[in-house]
């Protein structure tokens, strides 16, 4: 590898990052809402998740995960 790439994020993580602040972008009022109502509103993944991005589409690979777990 160039030592000039050294400091540039590989294709992959430039995409991750492009995708993770798309889904910013589209559910921001959503994760705003779930910032100031933490107390009653569900963890942030089911709502986000669960509920939003895989409207309509299987779900249950989530059901044995800890989300409280941090990674």
């Known amino acids: 590898m160039p030592f000039e790439m050294w400091d540039q994020p590989s294709a992959e ?3 991750l990052r492009q995708g993770c ?6 559910y921001e009022d959503l994760i705003e809402e779930w910032f100031i109502n933490k107390a009653s509103l569900e963890d942030l993944f089911k709502q986000l998740c669960a509920r939003n991005a ?3 589409q299987e779900t249950s690979c989530f059901d044995h995960l800890d989300h409280k777990q941090e990674l």
Do not use: G, M, Q, Y
């Open 54 to 56: 895989l409207k309509n």
């Open 13 to 15: 993580i430039f995409a």
């Open 21 to 26: 602040e798309s889904l910013l972008e589209d």
